[in-house]
Structure formats: structure tokens, C-alpha cells
């Protein structure tokens, strides 16, 4: 198929998208990059900062409970896969001077959690790539909408797991000297993440102190993010947050098997979003006036222990959890993490 011009002579589409023959590679990942593939384009490069601008979208999670690993996951066509991840539940206490380093009162457990193939396709004509700014759009659209699918899918679940709910919450009296006070000492033995909406997350940075890292630790609090599209948590609308100690949520990031006989001409890792890989898949159709590219995560997230889940809402109905009093852990027949 000729689609473009170089110099005075037309050229095929496998000059713009030139690959190495793959027809003796097996069907997995780990096939060898073809780094001249896209005419020399790179796309970490063209990647890079797509991935920097939805780098606080997946922030939050890496306070929580994380598998990240290189290991590669087959999914069938439409198919999930049902994998476990280890939470602890309690750790103890350190042995000091000790003499007997044969124990272990660390106890974990294993949940269940559904990882997800996420992908989203893209055509890539050769018009796209004399544009490098109209190339670079769609990688980062395609980048945002896997990301915010994972998140929008945790955020399901934890409205599915039905928190408790700290209510009453105002714009007024949503302060740092609240937080460090009250919402810092709700959760037993520590808050690692509070995810707010950027409204509320602007009252937690002083006038004065504009170079504040929330996300770094503050407050009494593991780390402090923003976020948007919270207020889906809950059926009333008015849920402005959600915090949790790191047993609450768990989150693995697996590598995906893409096989070469589906089609597949050229496989590359893109980066990492807070340890969760993205990869960029390529292959052509037949017909179309380019090349087709998804870009390609496999992620699962659990709500593994909700009764270390806080939801935060400005409803002023009554609270089984009084924001006035400080609640520890879990609920009945549930046990409390371990100081």
C-alpha cells in the first residue's frame, strides 16, 4: 500500500513502520524490541510525557498493598484472570537483643483479585506521524483512558465494599490542624493515604507554604492526594474523599501476554506509573491506511480489608462513626492491624 512520498519516490507502509521478522520468536513478551521501528520516533520519548501528566492519577495506590512484578499473564479473548495477593494483617512487634531469630509473628493473607487486561486501540495513519503533536495526542488519550478505567474500577469497588463513612465534612472546617488532629487518628495504627477532590485538597496547603509536599507525608498522614470523580462513591453524590490504612487495598500489576500469531508485529514497554507497566502493542489490518496500536496494562485492585476504609462526605445524616470520635480498624468479628 502506498501512502506517502520519501524525496521524489513513494514509499510502502512497512518503510514507515519498518519490524523485524518475529516468525521464530515464541508467543510471549519477551521478544526483542525492534528499536527501528516508527522510523526511528522512540516512543518512550513521545511516551514520556503522557505518562509524567496522569503520574497522580495512580499515585494514591502506591500506599496501599502492592504486587508489581514482571511475571507474564495469558488472557483468554474477553477473559480476566483470577490471581491472589498476600495482605498483612498483623506484624507484631520487633525482637530486640534477640536470641532465637526462628519465629514469625508476621501473618498475611492471601485474597483473591481479578486481574484485568486493559487496552485501548488507536489508528495511526501516515498523517499522524508527519504530526508529531497529533501522534503525541493520541498516545496520551489512549494513556489517560487505561489509567482512569483502573481507577474507575477501585472506585467501584470500594463503593461496592461499603465503608464506614466519616460525614458532616465542610469546606470551613476541612483544615490542617482537622486533619492532623482528627482524621489522623481514625484508622489504627495509621492513615497511609487520604485521597481528596481538589477543592478540598487546596485547604490542606497554607498560603505561606506553597512548596508543601502533601503527597510526601504530612499531617500524621502517609501521603495526601487529589482526585477527581469521587463523588461516584457513594449513591447521595456527596462523598468528597476516601482514606485507608495500606491492608485496605490491594493492587498488582502483571505483564501481558501478547502473542505474535494474533497478529502482533512489535511490543514495547512504554514506562511505569507508580510501578504499574505500560506496554504499547502494533499490528496492521488489512485495508486501513496505517497501523493499528493499543496501549496495554494488566492490573487488579481488591478492597481487601474494608474495615480500614474511611469514606468522607459532606451529608449531615447520622454517622456510625461520629467524626467527633476517633474509630480504630474494623468492624465486629474483624481484626484491628497491629500497632
Same mark, same amino acid.
Request: charge should be negative.
Given at each position: 500500500?502506498? #501512502?506517502?512520498?520519501?524525496?521524489?519516490?513513494?514509499?510502502?507502509?512497512?518503510?514507515?513502520?519498518?519490524?523485524?521478522?518475529?516468525?521464530?520468536?515464541?508467543?510471549?513478551?519477551?521478544?526483542?524490541?525492534?528499536?527501528?521501528?516508527?522510523? @526511528?520516533?522512540?516512543?518512550?520519548?513521545?511516551?514520556?510525557?503522557?505518562?509524567?501528566?496522569?503520574?497522580?492519577?495512580?499515585? !494514591?495506590?502506591?500506599?496501599?498493598?502492592?504486587?508489581?512484578?514482571?511475571?507474564?499473564?495469558?488472557?483468554?479473548? @474477553?477473559?480476566?484472570?483470577?490471581?491472589? $495477593?498476600?495482605?498483612?494483617?498483623?506484624?507484631?512487634?520487633?525482637?530486640?537483643?534477640?536470641?532465637?531469630?526462628?519465629?514469625?509473628?508476621?501473618?498475611?493473607?492471601?485474597?483473591?483479585?481479578?486481574?484485568?487486561?486493559?487496552?485501548?486501540?488507536?489508528?495511526?495513519?501516515?498523517?499522524?506521524?508527519?504530526?508529531?503533536?497529533?501522534?503525541?495526542?493520541?498516545?496520551?488519550?489512549?494513556?489517560?483512558?487505561?489509567?482512569?478505567?483502573?481507577?474507575?474500577?477501585?472506585?467501584?469497588?470500594?463503593?461496592?465494599?461499603?465503608?464506614?463513612?466519616? *460525614?458532616?465534612?465542610?469546606?470551613?472546617?476541612?483544615?490542617?490542624?482537622?486533619?492532623?488532629?482528627?482524621?489522623?487518628?481514625? $484508622?489504627?495504627?495509621?492513615? =497511609?493515604?487520604?485521597?481528596?477532590?481538589?477543592?478540598?485538597?487546596?485547604?490542606?496547603?497554607?498560603?505561606?507554604?506553597?512548596? %508543601?509536599?502533601?503527597?510526601? @507525608?504530612?499531617?500524621?498522614?502517609?501521603?495526601?492526594?487529589?482526585?477527581?470523580?469521587?463523588?461516584?462513591? =457513594?449513591?447521595?453524590?456527596?462523598?468528597?474523599?476516601?482514606?485507608?490504612?495500606?491492608?485496605?487495598?490491594? #493492587?498488582?500489576?502483571?505483564?501481558?501476554? #501478547?502473542?505474535?500469531?494474533? @497478529?502482533?508485529?512489535?511490543?514495547?514497554? %512504554?514506562?511505569?506509573?507508580?510501578?504499574?507497566? %505500560?506496554?504499547?502493542?502494533?499490528?496492521?489490518? !488489512?485495508?486501513?491506511?496505517?497501523?493499528?496500536?493499543?496501549?496495554?496494562?494488566?492490573?487488579?485492585?481488591?478492597?481487601?480489608?474494608?474495615?480500614? %476504609?474511611?469514606?468522607?462526605?459532606?451529608?449531615?445524616?447520622?454517622?456510625?462513626?461520629?467524626?467527633?470520635?476517633?474509630? *480504630?480498624?474494623?468492624?465486629?468479628?474483624?481484626?484491628?492491624?497491629?500497632?
Amino acid at each position: 500500500m502506498t #501512502i506517502a512520498n520519501k524525496g521524489n519516490k513513494p514509499f510502502e507502509m512497512k518503510d514507515l513502520f519498518p519490524v523485524t521478522s518475529m516468525t521464530d520468536q515464541k508467543p510471549s513478551m519477551h521478544m526483542t524490541e525492534n528499536t527501528n521501528s516508527i522510523a @526511528g520516533l522512540g516512543w518512550r520519548t513521545v511516551a514520556s510525557k503522557s505518562l509524567a501528566e496522569v503520574k497522580e492519577v495512580f499515585a !494514591p495506590l502506591d500506599r496501599y498493598t502492592t504486587d508489581f512484578t514482571d511475571e507474564i499473564v495469558a488472557f483468554g479473548p @474477553g477473559r480476566a484472570v483470577t490471581l491472589t $495477593i498476600e495482605i498483612a494483617k498483623e506484624v507484631g512487634e520487633a525482637i530486640k537483643d534477640a536470641d532465637d531469630w526462628d519465629v514469625s509473628a508476621v501473618e498475611t493473607e492471601p485474597v483473591n483479585i481479578v486481574c484485568h487486561r486493559y487496552s485501548r486501540p488507536f489508528l495511526v495513519t501516515s498523517y499522524d506521524m508527519a504530526a508529531g503533536s497529533r501522534l503525541e495526542g493520541k498516545l496520551k488519550k489512549a494513556v489517560e483512558a487505561v489509567v482512569k478505567s483502573v481507577v474507575k474500577d477501585l472506585h467501584v469497588q470500594i463503593k461496592a465494599a461499603n465503608p464506614q463513612v466519616i *460525614s458532616g465534612l465542610t469546606l470551613a472546617s476541612f483544615t490542617p490542624e482537622y486533619v492532623a488532629t482528627e482524621l489522623s487518628g481514625m $484508622i489504627i495504627p495509621e492513615v =497511609s493515604a487520604l485521597t481528596v477532590n481538589p477543592t478540598y485538597h487546596a485547604k490542606l496547603t497554607p498560603y505561606n507554604a506553597d512548596s %508543601l509536599k502533601l503527597e510526601t @507525608g504530612v499531617y500524621g498522614i502517609g501521603g495526601i492526594y487529589k482526585a477527581t470523580g469521587l463523588e461516584a462513591l =457513594s449513591d447521595d453524590k456527596k462523598t468528597i474523599g476516601y482514606m485507608g490504612y495500606e491492608n485496605a487495598i490491594g #493492587i498488582i500489576s502483571r505483564q501481558p501476554l #501478547i502473542p505474535t500469531e494474533n @497478529g502482533a508485529i512489535f511490543v514495547s514497554e %512504554l514506562g511505569s506509573i507508580g510501578g504499574v507497566k %505500560l506496554y504499547l502493542k502494533q499490528w496492521y489490518k !488489512p485495508g486501513m491506511e496505517g497501523i493499528m496500536h493499543s496501549v496495554e496494562a494488566a492490573v487488579g485492585t481488591v478492597v481487601a480489608m474494608p474495615g480500614n %476504609l474511611r469514606l468522607l462526605s459532606t451529608a449531615t445524616t447520622s454517622d456510625p462513626a461520629p467524626v467527633s470520635a476517633p474509630v *480504630s480498624g474494623s468492624g465486629e468479628g474483624e481484626e484491628d492491624p497491629v500497632e
